[in-house]
Structure formats: C-alpha cells, structure tokens
C-alpha cells in the first residue's frame, strides 16, 4: 500500500482514539461530537489555558479617548 493514498491518521485530543484525516471526518481533530464538546466546555470553564500574561494587567494602559 502507497504511504500517498493512505490518510493521516491521527489522535483524538479528548479520548486518544484514532482519527483518519478525511473529509467525511467532519469532528476531526476529535473522533465525535461528544469529544469535541467535552473539549470546548474544557476551554469554556478555563481548564485548558495558552500560556501567556494575562490581559488584567494592562487594562489600566487602555486609553479609550483614542477610540472615540
């Protein structure tokens, strides 16, 4: 079997099965709807968070009057 016509095939974020890379695959990363909300509620609820500083810190910087 030719490694071109084979689809990537990778792991669901949420339970770690596998997923073929296709375009029937409409979830993909995830492998179902199910994995894919369980993920969202996740980021929703903070749990999962990209590094970095948070915004609070410069609210007081905002000038507003640039704006108007």
């Known amino acids: 079997m030719s490694l071109i016509n084979s689809p990537l095939i990778v792991k669901c974020p949420t339970c770690k099965k596998s997923v073929h890379w296709v375009a029937e695959q409409i979830f993909k990363p995830f492998c179902c709807e199910r994995c894919k909300l369980i993920d969202l509620g996740e980021w929703a609820m903070e749990e999962k968070r990209i590094p970095g500083e948070d915004l609070d810190?410069?609210?007081?910087?905002?000038?507003?009057?640039?704006?108007?």
């Open 57 to 68: 810190e410069h609210i007081d910087e905002f000038d507003e009057t640039q704006y108007h």
